[in-house]
């Protein structure tokens, strides 16, 4: 697919595709292939009519926790409700208790199989938060394993600080002085360059727009773009508060009015849609697409792997829960996990086939792109090429 191509998805027929190192040196019909560009190339693959995409992205994940919590799962279905049992003391913090518990090798451990089943679909890069460690010494443990998961595996991984997630135990009552504590854990952990963004949970069952905007405050003194869990269980006016900051996306926003919307646009957010977890909390409420649409929000669509809202890694899946649940087009749903996932991550170098960027992409056995959103359960990936090598 290429950029502002006037054929759906951007498809060509016939294609090639000529890399050079990790990037892309040239796409195009392969009839057009310059003669220079295929006399220089040593090495052929022929793709026997595979559909090849840009390599998936999943922007939105916390892939990296201890523990489980399919007993809360069996509570809910019991009639107890995410935010009753957030109330309780379960929730986050039943996650927050086990990856304290857990060590660094423990936690890598339990995220790795996590992290190759979203690859086996094709992932080749892979947003990463913190926020079940919730002290310097946790959150520090979580991002380090999200980077060590990058040196073990052929994907990148982005690592965001969401120190903002929830109140831990010992802060109890005292949500301002945790945002104090979280002020310092950020330029810390910035330091041992742990941090690509920073993230908060505006809601009513976690932070004020006040405390989401210190947290904001001193990620733009660091220079850090800052991204925010928005409007997911009540409109809290977060999508506008992050828009002020040049957010790279709002994410959730099932309660997202026509301000936010609004907002998002003129700041260039994307609206990340998480469809996964509006579907395992058994919500009702869709996310406003006509508006994002009208107002022209790039969409994307992500897996928000995490033990309590979504315990899901399939990106596939999504595409499909996207369409059918949210009503987006097969296409947008794909541009959703591809371009406009990069857009979220602030990432130019990729998320479109495009010479100069990375030869990061996914060979299909399908017959067209629809039917990567329209099947459930089946991975139609033959290959992923990561940064130019087999994956
Ligand atoms: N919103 C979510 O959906 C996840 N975090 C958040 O802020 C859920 C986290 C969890 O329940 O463990
Ligand atoms: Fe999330």
């Known amino acids: 697919m290429q950029r502002d191509a006037p054929v759906p998805y951007g498809l060509i027929e016939d294609a090639a595709i000529a890399v050079e190192g990790d990037r892309i040196a040239w796409i195009g019909r392969r009839q057009d292939l310059p003669k220079n560009v295929e006399a220089n190339c040593n090495r052929h693959h022929d793709a026997r009519g595979a559909l090849v995409t840009p390599g998936l992205i999943d922007c939105h994940t916390h892939l990296v926790y201890g523990g489980d919590r399919a007993h809360e799962f069996e509570l809910r279905l019991g009639g107890a409700s995410y935010e009753d049992i957030a109330r309780a003391g379960g929730g986050i913090a039943s996650t927050v208790k086990a990856t304290r518990a857990a060590s660094e090798a423990e936690l890598l451990a339990q995220s790795l199989p996590r992290l190759r089943a979203l690859m086996g679909e094709g992932v080749t890069t892979i947003e990463i938060k913190s926020g079940y460690g919730l002290s310097l010494e946790h959150e520090a443990k979580t991002l380090r394993v999200a980077r060590t998961l ?139 697409i006509t508006m994002l649409r009208e ?88 290959q992923t090429v990561h940064g130019g090598r087999p994956a």
């Open 295 to 382: 107002h022209g929000v790039p969409m994307a669509v992500s897996t928000d792997c995490n033990p309590g809202s979504s315990p899901c890694t399939s990106l596939l899946l999504m595409l499909n829960m996207a369409c059918t649940l949210f009503r987006l087009t097969p296409q947008e749903a794909l541009a959703g996990a591809t371009r406009n996932a990069a857009q979220a991550l602030g990432l130019k170098d990729r998320g479109v086939l495009s010479p100069g960027l990375r030869a990061d992409f996914v060979l299909w056995d399908v017959e067209q792109p629809a039917q990567l959103s329209y099947a459930m359960g089946s991975n139609p990936r033959r």
């Open 150 to 288: 990058a040196e073990q595996e052929p994907v990148d991984v982005r690592t965001t600080f969401l120190g903002a997630h929830a109140l831990p135990p010992e802060f109890a009552g005292r949500a301002d002085d945790y945002i104090d504590e979280v002020l310092a854990m950020l330029p810390a952990l910035h330091e041992q360059g742990l941090v690509d963004a920073v993230d908060a949970f505006c809601e009513r069952i976690a932070f004020s727009t006040a405390q989401t905007e210190r947290v904001f405050e001193a990620a733009r003194k660091l220079g850090l773009p800052v991204k925010l869990h928005a409007e997911q269980l009540s409109d809290s006016g977060g999508a506008q508060l992050a828009a002020r900051y040049g957010a790279l996306s709002c994410d959730h926003l099932e309660w997202l009015g026509e301000e936010g919307a609004a907002a998002m646009a003129r700041a260039g957010s994307v609206a990340v849609l998480l469809p996964g977890a509006f579907y395992f909390l058994r919500d009702t409420r869709v996310p406003p």
